[in-house]
């Protein structure tokens, strides 16, 4: 199958290209980039018309939950799967806390067997560090990585034993892979349920202090300079932890950062007459916090937007604040909540870009977020001003919670290809649009 | 719709004066010799209590028996919560059943509000929700304050309210409702149990809040101070090294008071922890006025009842409608 995409803005951060250019894909690799009519359509099975709109890097998550094994009607590798393409990504990273959770090549090779089958969105898993994410023994760690395992984590489950956590960061580091830190001393947070502020004064609700989150970025920073391994920060939600991940940058320590659109757009206050829709883990938190945060997403700091995409079903958030679930769901708002920080030039469009798809590639090490020739060709291509609305209809996870329902947006991924063949296009599932 | 009263943040000064005033009318109903009216014949209330309490649900009970309610009560340990049933179907049920009125204390802050977007018959009346709000003891703490102090109630006070104020749902009524009033307020307790941040905007949004850490300069010539039952479990989250420990620091003895506020009242939701946050000579003796709110108490829960089910006898505006 040969496609081309023709007329559209390339936005390739790899390559700090930025120019309206016809790029041609053949079998499942970019092929060649050529100027705007280098191309004869005739040769092509299919064309793309991408005046007007973007051509970027297929975007990349490094942070999701897809329920799957254990959790199926909160979502599955397949319907998680569709909410990424349509959301624009090419790739998703999925957390291990599933039941059984994923610490053995099984769980991984049946997360890699169902997403091969959907062949929708490329899902790779991230295995545990520790048997069970129970922080007491280490994972086997050599096994996930062979089963296809590109990172590793407890997600959820922060590591406490930091003599577990050094012997882990070692021995990823020989296998080449990074450990992705969920960062909460739960002794502080014991029973929080949102952000300890005045807001939680107010509502009398249990906080979640800052510093629960700050003196574990610490710890995992001194860890990463002794052992010289790389950590990787979990969505980053407080000010302090971004000053020290920026001093540790600044230092030479080998440590990247990814924060989630939420925390880049609300603040506790919208946690309102307790909302469960904005109950999270790290919670919603200041707008100093938020001021800061999106401070890193402008001088670079922040290298990875992930979603956290954390889908609850009705029943588990339809309780009392405190019992209901923490998280929300994220891959198909994660785009236009960035583009928001474009339009009010918080950032350049490569930048987005940059943090949506590049810099996730560099954390983790995937194959991906490049237009390069010869590259694998995952590509998205957006209209970056299209306004939708954020209906729970058009939500094709199978949990609906999110704090963005009903809001209006702006931006959407059109047209996305995923190893060479259209799973998008004209902003629907393209299997279901050819079946119709 | 059914109305509700989810808790005094929503409050305006008339809704506030409003209660007060019925509550007012409802203490003489407790004086006569004969003290059942028919208000609320044919009506029933359900006091659901998921957390143990024996004055407030007794108080509930008596004020709704005074009114001719029908009443039943039903304990954690008796309700299908206990079974796994999840509070919103357990309060959907007792909708179905035909309770006018639910009389709920719920372990977890925001419940009631939870409750109240899905209830369209059935009045909730919040008798406690987790560490938020307790509206009914927050009009009963204000009724005792305006009977000993009249129109200086209406913004000339200043009030300390002592203790574990993080964890106090008294607490949280009080400030919205003197908020309301226009009264000084000054929170005083240990930083554990009372972080400064409680006096920011966003918080409470009163300039006439402050925090004190020290019981001598919080109590410090207010007219009334309101204690917090200190709960005995809370050294296990090792906000108090020991009770002793915080009573060396907060203990409201005859003697600190004395020396400061040699005219304040003292006021005390119960129950009583003797020697913890009180002094067993102030508890019972002539500054306080414990007793005495617990008589109110029955007064302001029939006003309570009688207003979310009798409609708009003195031109309620809005009662929290939802």
Request: hydrophobic share 40%.
């Amino acid at each position: 199958m040969k496609i081309l995409i023709k007329d559209g803005l390339l936005i390739d951060p790899s390559t700090n290209r930025e120019e309206i250019c016809d790029l041609s894909i053949h079998g499942n690799r970019i092929e060649s980039i050529r100027k705007k009519g280098g191309f004869e359509s005739e040769k092509f099975d299919t064309t793309i018309d991408a005046d007007g709109l973007w051509v970027v890097p297929g975007l990349i998550d490094l942070h999701v939950h897809f329920r799957e094994p254990g959790f199926e009607k909160k979502e599955t590798v397949e319907s998680g799967s569709k909410a990424s393409v349509l959301g624009g990504y090419t790739t998703v990273c999925c957390m291990p806390n599933t039941v059984p959770v994923n610490d053995t090549a099984i769980v991984t090779s049946y997360i890699l067997e169902k997403s091969r089958e959907i062949n929708l969105a490329r899902v790779l898993p991230i295995g545990a560090v520790s048997k069970g994410s129970l922080g007491k023994e280490l994972a086997p760690l050599t096994e996930l990585r062979e089963a296809g395992c590109i990172a590793f984590s407890d997600d959820g489950e922060p590591i406490y034993d930091s003599g577990l956590m050094r012997r882990a960061l070692e021995w990823c580091k020989m296998l080449g892979a990074v450990i992705s830190c969920h960062e909460e001393d739960k002794c502080l947070t014991r029973g929080g349920a949102m952000n300890e502020s005045p807001v939680s004064a107010r509502l009398g609700l249990p906080g979640m202090p800052t510093v629960a989150e700050d003196v574990m970025v610490a710890r995992d920073i001194e860890l990463a300079r002794y052992t010289k391994c790389r950590v990787h920060i979990c969505h980053v939600s407080t000010a302090r932890s971004l000053e020290l991940i920026r001093r540790a940058k600044y230092d030479g320590i080998d440590i990247t950062c990814e924060v989630t659109p939420h925390h880049l757009h609300l603040t506790d206050e919208d946690v309102g007459e307790y909302d469960t829709k904005s109950k999270m883990s790290p919670p919603l938190r200041s707008e100093e916090d938020v001021i800061a945060l999106r401070e890193g997403l402008r001088e670079g700091t922040i290298d990875a937007i992930a979603s956290d995409h954390a889908p609850h079903d009705h029943d588990t958030k339809c309780v009392e604040f405190c019992k209901a679930s923490f998280g929300i769901i994220g891959l198909q708002t994660n785009l236009p909540l960035i583009l928001d920080f474009v339009r009010d030039r918080t950032i350049s469009a490569m930048r987005a870009i940059d943090i949506l798809s590049t810099g996730p590639a560099k954390v983790f090490g995937i194959n991906g977020g490049t237009l390069k020739e010869g590259a694998l060709a995952d590509i998205a291509i957006l209209d970056p001003d299209k306004e939708w609305i954020f209906g729970s209809d058009q939500i094709v996870s199978k949990s609906k919670n999110s704090p963005f329902i009903g809001k209006s947006m702006k931006g959407v991924a059109e047209h996305v290809i995923v190893d060479g063949s259209i799973k998008v296009s004209d902003g629907a599932l393209y299997a279901e649009k050819i079946k119709r | 719709m059914a109305k509700h009263l989810l808790g005094l943040e929503n409050f305006t000064k008339a809704e506030l004066v409003n209660y007060l005033d019925n509550a007012e009318g409802f203490v003489e109903v407790s004086s006569r010799e004969i003290k059942k009216v028919p208000s609320l014949r044919g009506k029933t209330i359900v006091n659901l209590f998921l957390e143990p309490s024996t004055r407030t649900r007794t108080s509930f009970e008596i004020a709704a028996k005074r009114l001719s309610a029908d009443t039943i009560n039903i304990s954690g340990s008796d309700s299908s919560v206990n079974k796994g049933e999840n509070l919103l179907d357990t309060t959907q049920t007792l909708e179905a059943l035909a309770a006018s009125v639910l009389v709920l204390r719920h372990r977890e802050s925001g419940a009631h509000r939870f409750l109240a977007t899905h209830l369209k018959n059935t009045s909730i009346v919040n008798a406690g929700d987790g560490t938020h709000e307790h509206p009914t003891q927050g009009l009963i703490d204000c009724l005792t304050l305006r009977q000993i102090y009249g129109d200086r109630f209406y913004g000339g006070l200043t009030i300390a309210i002592v203790g574990d104020v993080l964890h106090s749902r008294v607490a949280r009524s009080n400030i919205f409702a003197h908020r309301l009033l226009g009264n000084k307020i000054r929170l005083v307790g240990p930083p554990t149990l009372l972080p400064d941040y409680y006096v920011e905007k966003s918080a409470f949004d009163y300039p006439n809040l402050t925090v004190h850490h020290s019981l001598k300069d919080g109590i410090e010539g207010v007219d009334a101070i309101i204690a917090l039952r200190m709960q005995l479990e809370r050294q296990d989250g090792f906000f108090v090294p020991s009770l002793k420990e915080y009573s060396k620091n907060f203990c409201l003895t005859e003697n600190i008071i004395k020396a400061t506020c040699p005219k304040a009242v003292l006021l005390h939701p119960g129950p009583v922890n003797r020697g913890v946050e009180v002094a067993s000579d102030v508890a019972y003796g002539t500054r306080s006025y414990v007793n005495r709110q617990v008589t109110i108490g029955i007064a302001v829960r029939m006003a309570v009842l009688f207003l979310l089910t009798s409609g708009t006898k003195e031109k309620l505006t809005t009662v929290n409608e939802s």
